[in-house]
């Protein structure tokens, strides 16, 4: 029997966990329909997900279905728990993209399309509520062709020869042999599929049950199980806890096989191996590859590492863009602390910051929803009724030219000194650490400390203090003692010398500073337009040319988060409810108002003692500080780059 696992995806309402109950309904697994408005939706089991009618977290459920044996990973829909989407995106085999035959792509969607390309992940599509009033199959179809990629083919019925044609324009090799032939065979159509050349596309309503058949039918017939190593490898896409507080690491077997007992990860034994079907569970003595399972036992697994010969997965492309500090609301600050570390330990991307010095708590999250649901977290599994404050813009800082930093560490019976290359990079690129450096002018182990300093924490800009992006750092040069040089020394001198660097791209005005952007959706009505259109000026955001059909017209585009975070209120009330809004994060941009943002932060690089930019020298037998403009002159090795 073939396994495989499959992902659902979809923007919110689409009919996602629906199509998952008309699936495991129609495979034998339910004898009923569950439905998300009625709160009895199997896979949507958690308390909260009952209580808002939305998924929240991922879930898994088990199907056979003639001799397909398909593990289903049911995904949240809302952009606000993107992140908890894209950590599981690493494990599919297959995602099947569910699209609403009356909305159509929606922000969301492109969204969640740009990740299943960037994860390589090979996709069906199923178009749902096509028997609703106003859907339109092929218009739906041209929309996925123009929108998201034009290997977007109908498999809903009998292949014509227009099909098959289709087919084949997406692959040359395959064109050349079907014009050769006039055939397409099944291996190859079945390739082109995993290539991401074509995605299968089918259509029905999965309330109805109407399609379901003829797409599990599809699923097996086109889908391949992918041949696995014998040498043990597993990915780890979440964690979670069960009701008695149990902590579950959630793995995909890539390779080999996972007996349990086996020690898994530093010296840490899988006690238990658990098989979820929706909220119930059966444990299993060892899981062969291409399963998926629940681990007990383990303390130091996290979302997207690899275990054994697996590598961990890349790093999230979807990042919050909003900060809220906590208020405890009279609860002890260090039991909410370690409430929120625990949520933090599901989800990563909360970013759980301590001020001791301030006594707060800090979070961040993608928008209000994530907002409303961490505080019902927070009251339903930890007792503890909290709030948030005003929330705060996520900023970030690059450069906009090359400069090599120094950092110089050099108390007494300490040295070492770090000549460090900051590049630019494209928007979008992260932080890249390198070595350019020659062995012969510092060791092997000197330049492995380095590189592991650089990452080991968050590098900030000397703006606004905010987290550094899109620059290439590379060790360049450097010098060690033989007699007084220790780890720790590197540790402070490549620290100093990216503050070094950033300090003297301030300076001649080539630092920068970026801010979250929205793309942005707004269907309204046409004497409405007009209004929309200043107000999208006036949030200094811009606008493609409008789309009118009837008596709606369709403007999208993209503005600052910063000014368009509350706009949904406003269209809902000029509009009267009538205006459809919708935004998903779009990139980092330039900071429309910089000027006014770094003087509202009002940061002083030098005096965060942190990340100071200054160096140590030492003389006479005594360490003395040097101010980060005077390094340059006092540095003990050459400069390697000169612009």
Not at 302 to 314: K, L, R, T, V
Request: hydrophobic share 35%; charged share 25%; with cysteine.
């Amino acid at each position: 029997m073939k396994h495989i696992v499959a992902g659902i995806v979809a923007h919110v309402d689409a009919g996602k966990t629906t199509l998952s109950e008309a699936m495991l309904y129609k495979s034998g697994t339910l004898r009923k329909i569950g439905r998300v408005d009625n709160g009895d939706a199997f896979l949507d089991s958690d308390k909260l997900e009952k209580q808002r009618g939305i998924t929240i977290f991922s879930h898994q459920g088990s199907l056979k279905y003639n001799d397909l044996e398909l593990t289903m990973l049911d995904t949240p829909g809302h952009v606000d728990f993107a992140s908890q989407t894209e950590q599981v995106l690493s494990v599919f085999d297959y995602a099947i993209l569910v699209v609403s035959a009356t909305d159509g792509i929606q922000g969301y969607t492109r969204t969640l399309w740009r990740l299943l390309q960037r994860y390589n992940v090979p996709t069906f599509i199923f178009v749902n509520k096509t028997d609703a009033v106003g859907a339109d199959k092929e218009h739906v179809l041209q929309q996925l062709k123009n929108n998201l990629a034009a290997g977007c083919v109908d498999f809903n019925e009998r292949f014509s020869d227009e099909s098959y044609e289709e087919i084949a324009m997406q692959d040359d090799d395959v064109l050349e042999h079907f014009l050769d032939s006039g055939q397409i065979t099944e291996a190859e159509i079945r390739q082109m599929i995993n290539e991401r050349k074509i995605f299968p596309c089918y259509f029905g309503s999965a309330l109805k049950l109407d399609g379901i058949d003829n797409f599990l039918n599809g699923i097996e017939q086109w889908s391949v199980e992918k041949k696995r190593g014998t040498d043990f490898g597993a990915q780890v896409f979440k964690i979670s806890h069960d009701e008695k507080g149990e902590r579950l690491t959630w793995v995909r077997v890539t390779s080999g096989v996972l007996p349990t007992k086996s020690v898994v990860l530093n010296e840490q034994k899988a006690n238990q191996l658990r098989i979820y079907n929706g909220d119930k569970f059966t444990l299993s003595q060892e899981v062969e590859a291409g399963g998926v399972c629940a681990i007990t036992g383990l303390t130091d697994t996290y979302p997207g590492q690899g275990i054994g010969a697996q590598a961990d997965a890349q790093s999230p492309e979807i990042q919050p863009v909003l900060n809220y500090a906590l208020d405890p609301k009279g609860n002890d600050i260090h039991k909410c602390l370690t409430a929120l570390r625990q949520l933090e330990d599901e989800d990563p991307q909360l970013h759980i910051s301590w001020s001791s010095h301030l006594q707060e708590i800090r979070v961040q999250i993608m928008g209000e929803v994530q907002l409303e649901i961490l505080q019902q977290l927070m009251l339903d599994r930890f007792d503890l009724d909290i709030g948030f404050g005003e929330g705060s813009i996520l900023y970030k800082e690059t450069i906009t030219k090359s400069v090599e930093g120094v950092g110089h560490f050099e108390p007494l019976r300490h040295y070492a000194e770090v000549h460090l290359l900051l590049e630019p990079l494209q928007p979008g690129s992260g932080l890249v650490f390198d070595s350019q450096c020659s062995l012969e002018v510092l060791g092997k182990n000197w330049q492995h400390q380095v590189i592991t300093n650089l990452g080991a924490k968050e590098q900030l800009g000397v703006l606004t203090g905010s987290p550094l992006t899109d620059v290439k750092i590379s060790l360049v040069s450097g010098r060690s003692s033989n007699v007084h040089s220790v780890g720790g020394d590197f540790r402070e001198a490549t620290w100093r010398a990216v503050r070094q660097g950033l300090m003297e791209l301030k300076q001649r005005q080539s630092c920068q500073l970026l801010e979250p952007w929205y793309r942005f959706r707004l269907e309204l009505g046409q004497d409405q337009v007009g209004r929309a259109m200043s107000d999208i000026q006036r949030m200094n955001g811009s606008f493609d040319t409008p789309n009118t059909d009837s008596n709606r017209t369709v403007l999208t585009g993209t503005a600052p988060v910063s000014e368009m975070r509350d706009y949904a209120q406003e269209v809902n009330a000029y509009t009267h409810g009538q205006g459809l809004f919708e935004c998903t994060v779009d990139s980092y941009r330039p900071c429309h108002n910089a000027e006014e943002v770094i003087q509202s932060f009002d940061y002083d690089p030098v005096s965060d003692l942190d990340n100071t930019p200054g160096s140590v020298f030492c003389a006479h037998g005594a360490g003395y500080p040097v101010h980060w403009d005077e390094v340059p002159q006092m540095a003990h090795v050459p400069y390697t780059y000169t612009d």
